[in-house]
DNA sequence: CATGTAATGAAAATGAATTTCAAAAGCAGA
DNA sequence: TCTGCTTTTGAAATTCATTTTCATTACATG
């Protein structure tokens, strides 16, 4: 599963003309190494820990390289920092975020998709994307 | 319905010690003459070009007071500027935005409203609040 | 008025993200 | 392997919205 990512990634460097190079194995390795929703400062430190010298600036570009090849998706949270996830090819999920710790909870409903969609065409709009982040308190953060 | 909110505001000053000046006069008045949606920088030049010299601090700042006061909402779409709509007491809505010209569209679903409280409620969450944005080409942006 | 405190605003600071640009590295072809 | 061209890198500078600072101004109350 990470080796078919890194071919993935690997062919569609190949199909834009980019150079391999250590910086980009090296991100590319640890943020298939993590778990969901990283931000761009976490994951740069993460790889400093592991005392490999990358720039900040190559980090955020190559995490827009991720999401240019389809293998992660951009998360805005409005606290100010992007996150990033793994991208699941044909699934979709959206986020129950928990203001007290922080934690993200992913679900599905495809109802709520349903609705959404009809929602855009009664509008005659069409519909390219939406977000729904639901934000409460965990049962650990309800005191 | 405008003399309602600036009472309402009037009230809220009162009530948090705060003082009457001729700026929050103006950004109120100037605020509330508005369409929905304006962002900050939008607000500012209107009052600056209304030559009354306000500084932008006070504004962010006054906007704050207004949100604080329930007379205002804050929009984040993610664009890099936050907006501010009207409250409407007892309404809810959530947003339809076209990518094309940035026409927002309000719209107000109770199935889906009802969907994301059990789905909250599923996973052991309090709900506080949530966001829901469809993202999409209206009809005179689809070429 | 006088006096204490809150509000203002210009300018500086902040912080995430982007850009710049000289140096380093990758890639072909010889 | 060497050469030359082009991309990539990264430290530092820049950007841009927003926040903070702090000296000055204005409000409110006696
Ligand atoms: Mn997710
Ligand atoms: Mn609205
Ligand atoms: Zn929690
Ligand atoms: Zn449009």
Redesign the pocket.
């Given at each position: 599963m990470i080796q078919e990512k890194k071919k993935a990634f690997n062919n569609f460097?190949v199909a834009k003309?980019?150079?391999?190079?250590?910086?980009?194995d090296i991100i590319l390795d640890t943020f298939l190494s993590t778990n969901q929703h990283i931000?761009?400062?976490e994951l740069y430190l993460k790889i400093k820990s592991g005392n490999q010298?990358?720039?900040?600036?190559?980090v955020?570009?190559?995490l827009?390289l991720f999401t240019e090849a389809g293998l992660a998706r951009e998360i805005l949270l409005n606290d100010?920092?992007?996150r990033y996830e793994h991208v699941i090819a044909g699934e979709h999920h959206d986020h129950l975020v928990c203001t007290g710790c922080n934690a993200i909870i992913e679900f599905e409903d495809e109802t709520i998709e349903k609705l959404q969609k009809d929602i855009a065409a009664r509008q005659g709009f069409h519909m390219r994307s939406h977000k729904l982040e639901i934000y409460g308190l965990c049962i650990k953060c309800r005191h």
């Amino acid at each position: 599963m990470i080796q078919e990512k890194k071919k993935a990634f690997n062919n569609f460097a190949v199909a834009k003309g980019l150079r391999s190079t250590r910086q980009r194995d090296i991100i590319l390795d640890t943020f298939l190494s993590t778990n969901q929703h990283i931000s761009v400062e976490e994951l740069y430190l993460k790889i400093k820990s592991g005392n490999q010298g990358i720039g900040q600036a190559t980090v955020y570009r190559t995490l827009k390289l991720f999401t240019e090849a389809g293998l992660a998706r951009e998360i805005l949270l409005n606290d100010g920092q992007t996150r990033y996830e793994h991208v699941i090819a044909g699934e979709h999920h959206d986020h129950l975020v928990c203001t007290g710790c922080n934690a993200i909870i992913e679900f599905e409903d495809e109802t709520i998709e349903k609705l959404q969609k009809d929602i855009a065409a009664r509008q005659g709009f069409h519909m390219r994307s939406h977000k729904l982040e639901i934000y409460g308190l965990c049962i650990k953060c309800r005191h």
